[in-house]
């Protein structure tokens, strides 16, 4: 965790609200807390005012965040983004067959873009011992 979200998270922990107004940070305590027991926080604050708002603005940017999952970092890439997948079959009897027929579906049906390609089927079939030729 960075310095300035550790700040973040320690004024909330003691019940103030960070907010942005603009391109300003609004800081709201709870009723009753001394501003003396606040003011070295705020300062701190203060001093890293820019990345505070920076790191409100990319809280505000995503998708609501489950209790108990903290987000550390929210810097999306440009798109397309190639993800690596790993499969582990325990099953490869079923694994071949459902496939096969899902290969035979995305023949009869090569406009309908669900799912693998085809050349990623007949890969991932090479991969458990089954090895295809698609005649186009």
């Not at 001394?34 to 005012?49: D, G, Q, S, W």
């Not at 108990?68 to 798109?79: D, E, F, Q, S, Y």
């Not at 009897?93 to 050349?119: H, S, Y």
Request: with cysteine; charged share 25%.
């Amino acid at each position: 965790m960075t310095a300035t979200a550790e700040l973040v998270r320690e004024a909330e922990a003691i019940g103030m609200r960070l907010a942005l107004d603009g391109g300003d940070v609004r800081v709201t305590g709870p009723a009753g807390l001394p501003r003396k027991a606040a003011e070295p926080l705020m300062t701190h604050l203060r001093e890293r005012r820019d990345e505070v708002a920076k790191l409100l603005r990319l809280r505000a940017s995503a998708p609501p965040i489950p209790a108990g999952v903290r987000l550390i970092r929210w810097a999306l890439l440009p798109p397309p983004i190639g993800l690596d997948v790993c499969s582990i079959v325990t099953e490869p009897e079923r694994f071949a067959a459902a496939e096969i027929g899902i290969l035979a579906a995305k023949l009869q049906n090569p406009r309908r873009w669900t799912g693998w390609t085809v050349v990623q089927h007949l890969e991932r079939l090479r991969q458990v011992g089954v090895v295809v030729e698609v005649d186009l």
